[in-house]
């Protein structure tokens, strides 16, 4: 799986990039086939300093993607993971609901 980080606005520290990979890697429990992801991080320079998050990924067949906003990244992207994830479980259900002939 490849995982590309790409910080907008600014220079994202390498504490942060690994939080990052930490969580996205968390995702091949869900499922193994997972070709690339993309996490964006942008910043908002407006009073209240919004950080967005944006997390593409890519299995065969399909591409899923999210985006979060909070007052800081070490919240925003694990909601990120999380919508992934449902969608992960979801997709998992139905190819094993789908029967194989």
Known sequence: MNILITS?????????KNF???EVK?????NDQI??????LSFTHLKDS????????RIPGKTITVS????EFEKS?????????KQLRKIKT????????
């Open 8 to 16: 907008r606005k600014f220079k994202a520290k390498d504490s942060l």
């Open 26 to 30: 968390s995702l091949e429990k869900f």
């Open 68 to 71: 979060t906003e909070s007052d």
């Open 35 to 40: 070709l690339d992801v993309k996490v964006i």
């Open 77 to 85: 992207v694990p909601l990120a993971t999380e919508k992934i994830r």
């Open 94 to 101: 139905k190819r094993l609901a789908r029967p194989t002939k």
């Open 50 to 57: 919004i950080k967005t998050s944006e997390i593409t990924l």
């Open 20 to 22: 990052i990979r930490d």
